[in-house]
């Protein structure tokens, strides 16, 4: 199992699919992250946040790619699509996972549209939830029991987003992960949308299928 996962900001990835990234990682996925903006707008500035993203990537195990687009500028325009369909390319994943597109966020919006885009044909694409999501009614559920914790020492990397933030709560976070469970019948989840999820039922077993190459 490859699983890549697409944010507009360093620790968007984290905030939205953090948990599930870990449970993927400790039942042996190889990951990845694509962080399309250098995150300039947030306190910090673009060096502390690179250093930042690379400590939680590091902690995750995943290879981190970049987009290389200044925050706040994101586009559903040729550029952004392209850049991700090569890191689709070159990673190949058999999941990816982005923004939800219904959100406030110009970034977030526009990171969701154009990988929607790029991914085209790919057969599994799930969108996740974050601070600044409109309408979120998820269909999915990641059972993330025991990841929570693992989830927020990921955030803890990205301190200069933490520390007196309104929009990162960890206590918040962890309350979230614990309705979602709710709502999955779980002990603790992660909420997904999909744009796309191919089921393929093998014999006692349901089965994430290889993306078909464009």
Same mark, same amino acid.
Do not use: N, W
């Given at each position: 199992?490859?699983?890549?996962?697409?944010?507009a900001h360093p620790d968007d990835i984290?905030?939205?699919?953090?948990?599930?990234?870990?449970?993927?990682? /400790? $039942?042996?996925?190889?990951?990845?992250?694509?962080?399309?903006? /250098?995150?300039?707008?947030?306190?910090?500035?673009?060096?502390?946040?690179?250093?930042?993203? %690379?400590?939680?990537?590091?902690?995750?195990?995943?290879?981190?790619?970049?987009?290389?687009?200044?925050?706040?500028?994101? +586009?559903?325009? +040729?550029?952004?699509?392209?850049?991700?369909?090569?890191?689709?390319? $070159?990673?190949?994943?058999?999941?990816?996972?982005?923004? +939800?597109?219904? /959100?406030?966020? %110009?970034?977030?919006?526009?990171?969701? &549209?154009?990988?929607?885009?790029?991914?085209?044909?790919?057969?599994?694409?799930?969108?996740?939830?974050?601070?600044?999501?409109?309408?979120? %009614?998820?269909?999915?559920?990641?059972?993330?029991?025991?990841?929570?914790?693992?989830?927020? +020492?990921?955030? &803890?990397?990205?301190?200069? %987003?933490?520390?007196?933030? &309104? &929009?990162? /709560?960890? $206590?918040?976070?962890?309350?979230?992960?614990?309705?979602?469970?709710?709502?999955?019948?779980?002990?603790?989840?992660?909420?997904?949308?999909?744009?796309?999820?191919?089921?393929?039922?093998?014999?006692?077993?349901?089965?994430?299928?290889?993306?078909?190459?464009?």
């Open positions: 199992m490859r699983i890549l996962a697409i944010g984290e905030l939205g699919c953090g948990a599930t990234l870990l449970k993927g990682r /400790d $039942d042996g996925a190889q990951l990845a992250l694509l962080v399309l903006t /250098d995150g300039r707008l947030g306190p910090g500035g673009p060096e502390l946040r690179d250093r930042e993203q %690379q400590a939680a990537a590091g902690q995750l195990g995943a290879r981190l790619y970049r987009g290389g687009f200044r925050d706040g500028e994101l +586009a559903h325009d +040729a550029p952004l699509t392209r850049r991700i369909e090569d890191v689709l390319a $070159d990673f190949r994943p058999d999941l990816v996972l982005t923004h +939800a597109p219904d /959100d406030s966020h %110009q970034d977030h919006r526009a990171a969701a &549209r154009a990988t929607v885009a790029a991914a085209r044909t790919h057969p599994h694409l799930l969108h996740y939830e974050g601070p600044t999501t409109l309408e979120f %009614q998820p269909t999915v559920y990641s059972d993330v029991t025991g990841h929570v914790p693992g989830k927020l +020492a990921l955030l &803890r990397h990205h301190l200069s %987003q933490v520390v007196g933030s &309104r &929009r990162v /709560d960890l $206590d918040a976070l962890a309350a979230q992960a614990r309705f979602r469970g709710f709502q999955g019948r779980l002990e603790a989840a992660e909420a997904f949308t999909a744009t796309r999820s191919l089921l393929s039922l093998g014999v006692g077993a349901v089965t994430v299928p290889r993306p078909v190459t464009a």
